[in-house]
């Protein structure tokens, strides 16, 4: 969007001891051009240099504000970003960034929701808001409102944030990118559904951090334009996990990409055919099955989310992921993975491999197998050693083993296979990589 500037005569050409001054010599909209891809700080301190950059900075519509200087002083930030707005002349604003680490106090939370309201009413396009308030209750969240104009979303921080869930809120939203903090139903259940043109959604939702949590908790993403869903739900670690259930309902019939990564064991309901080439499943992490008593139930709705995404031609399976899969595996119920070209999986000591026999019957087409040994912590360093071999054979890395038993799967017949072996030390720093065709 062209910055609203009052046009003045091409200045004089400048001569310094180098040679010709370029930059004063180009046009006031190329060099608030070349002043947005600042911080807004920095793009008001040039107004020092001369004259003529006296009043450049209040024509540029992108806003880049961050604390990080007013650390010790939230207030002076305040400040700060009052003075900017009121002196910005721009008619509308492309871009409004906020990084605001230290708003510990309703004040600058009230002068936070103040600028929201201010660019909302100046048809902001794109705004991203990272607002802490470092675990102190404010009482006070962000506040958005609807806006016509806003194509890109992004709200995270620590804070909370009220969104409107009403139809028509955000008609042209294309990418929303949302950090929620024990969110209502109301809001699961229905924002994410309304939102006609979304085409990326980042949730990332936190329970356990209010006083109560228990029941059942709702998300439904239903969009017809969604091509990238990541959908993150964390539970904190001294909350009684095992009173909640979660249901997520997805419907995007044109998705390409969707990563999961889930605390807990959610129950997934994949509506339509899912056509995601690329698929992330980390399930679990939090949930020790025996120790907590969770049911065989519970870590078959890993099986039923698996199958769901069946269609995938990239898959890769966390740890805690493959442990669900080999505590609820019954044999022959694995899905075929028909189109799966590429599949990455990550074990643990001897813990996975006889999982990955079984997965690799089941995708009689891949063509690259990458398996990474996330080793604990305090685990001796082991050499690595890969022997393959034909049927019956047995593949080994160092100490473990990893047993074949009857005929060699269809996929490792191939002469075009790429087979894959890391070692994942404790700072997930890749100590050695093998890598073997056949």
């Known amino acids: 969007m062209k910055p609203n ?4 005569p091409p200045p004089q050409r400048r001569r310094t001891n180098g040679g010709e001054d370029r930059l004063s010599n180009l046009p006031d909209e190329i060099l608030c051009h070349i002043l947005s891809f600042l911080p807004t700080k920095n793009a008001v301190g040039t107004s020092i240099l001369s004259s003529r950059y006296l009043s450049l900075w209040s024509c540029i519509p992108v806003l880049d504000f961050h604390d990080q200087p007013h650390l010790h002083s939230p207030q002076k930030f305040v400040e700060f970003v009052n003075k900017v707005l009121a002196g910005n002349k721009s008619p ?3 871009t409004f960034k906020l990084s605001f680490e230290n708003c510990t106090d309703l004040e600058p939370i009230s002068s936070v929701n103040r600028w929201i309201e201010a ?6 396009v794109k705004m991203e808001l990272s607002v802490f308030a470092n675990h102190v209750d404010t009482g006070l969240p962000l506040k958005l409102l609807p806006c016509e104009s806003l194509q890109v979303l992004k709200v995270g921080g620590d ?16 990418v929303l990118s949302v950090c929620l903090s024990d969110p209502d139903n109301k809001v699961t259940k229905n924002l994410f559904t309304r939102l006609p043109k979304l085409e990326e959604l980042t949730v990332e939702a936190w329970y356990g951090k209010g ?15 969604l091509k990238k869903l990541h959908f993150v739900l964390r539970v904190m670690d001294d909350s009684p996990y095992y009173d909640l259930d979660f249901k997520i309902v997805i419907d995007a019939p044109r998705l390409e990409y969707l990563c999961i990564e889930d605390d807990y064991y959610g129950d997934y309901l994949v509506k339509n055919k899912l056509l995601a080439t690329e698929v992330k499943v980390h399930v679990g992490e939090k949930c020790e099955l025996l120790c907590f008593g969770h049911t065989y139930a519970s870590a078959d709705r890993a099986f039923q989310l698996l199958s769901r995404v069946a269609t995938a031609k990239s898959l890769s399976l966390s740890y ?5 899969l080999m505590f609820a595996h019954r044999d022959n119920n694995l899905p075929t993975f ?3 070209t590429k599949l990455e999986v990550f074990v643990r000591d001897d813990r996975g491999w006889h999982l990955l026999s079984y997965l690799l019957e089941c995708a009689p087409n891949l063509g690259c197998l990458v398996v990474i ?7 001796r360093d082991v050499n690595q050693e890969f022997y393959w071999g034909k049927d019956g054979d047995s593949y080994l890395q160092g100490d473990f083993c990893w047993s074949i038993v009857g005929t060699s799967p269809t996929c490792l017949l191939l002469r075009k296979n790429k087979i894959e072996i890391r070692r994942l030390e404790k700072k997930e720093e890749l100590n050695k990589e093998d890598k073997y065709k056949t």
Request: charged share 25%; net charge positive.
């Open 5 to 8: 500037i009052p046009r003045r």
């Open 92 to 94: 509308s604003i492309d």
């Open 119 to 124: 660019v909302i009413k100046r048809s902001v």
């Open 159 to 174: 804070n909370g944030a009220v969104i409107p869930v009403s139809a028509n809120s955000f008609p042209n939203l294309r």
């Open 211 to 225: 006083d109560e949590c228990f029941g059942q908790f709702w998300f439904k993403f239903v969009a017809p334009d």
């Open 320 to 324: 805690e992921t493959m442990r669900a």
């Open 338 to 340: 028909h189109f799966l």
């Open 373 to 379: 040994n996330k080793g604990n912590s305090e685990e």
